[in-house]
């Protein structure tokens, strides 16, 4: 139970509100009923994403909604987990990717000119989907280190 992350977002958020404390009085905060909340944080239920919408804003933890889409949910399970980290290591892996990306241009050019993909053609396409990946990856991360910090909604 202590390595559930929605119990680990609650106590670091109690930091702040002491009411978060426990799910006693938790429960009027995040609007969960307290045993469902001890269910959740117990991993004996996964969470409706209506109660994950919640945690995450009361608790100042956007990054709940992402665990929930790629660990919980059937439709995202298997997609990379974000992680909150610093800027300086988003922002690297930002330039990287849009360099990157840069390069993949005129491949993408190349292949896609004559509006199929050739046999030969295959490992480069694949290397351009990767860029991609890594570029959407760097973006989302950037836009949860943006909701963090209280840039972005």
């Known amino acids: 139970m202590a390595d559930n992350i929605y119990r680990k977002a609650r106590k670091a958020a109690a930091k702040k509100e002491p009411l978060l404390n426990n799910c006693e009085t938790a429960q009027d905060i995040v609007y969960i009923?307290?045993?469902?909340?001890?269910?959740?944080?117990?991993?004996?239920?996964?969470?409706?994403?209506?109660?994950?919408?919640?945690?995450?804003?009361?608790?100042?933890?956007?990054?709940?909604c992402n665990y929930y889409c790629?660990?919980?949910?059937?439709?995202g399970k298997g997609e990379p987990t974000l992680i909150y980290e610093d800027l300086n290591e988003i922002s690297v892996r930002l330039m990287t990717a849009l360099h990157m990306l840069q390069n993949a241009?005129?491949?993408?050019y190349r292949i896609l000119e004559d509006g199929r993909i050739d046999e030969d053609e295959k490992r480069d396409f694949a290397n351009v989907i990767e860029t991609l990946k890594k570029l959407s990856y760097s973006a989302d991360s950037l836009?949860?280190?943006?909701?963090?910090?209280?840039?972005?909604e």
Do not use: F, H
């Open 33 to 64: 009923e307290r045993t469902k909340l001890l269910a959740i944080e117990s991993n004996d239920k996964i969470p409706d994403p209506d109660d994950v919408v919640s945690m995450a804003k009361v608790y100042d933890a956007p990054e709940l």
């Open 70 to 75: 790629t660990k919980q949910c059937p439709i």
């Open 105 to 108: 241009n005129d491949t993408i």
């Open 143 to 152: 836009e949860l280190w943006a909701k963090k910090n209280g840039l972005a």
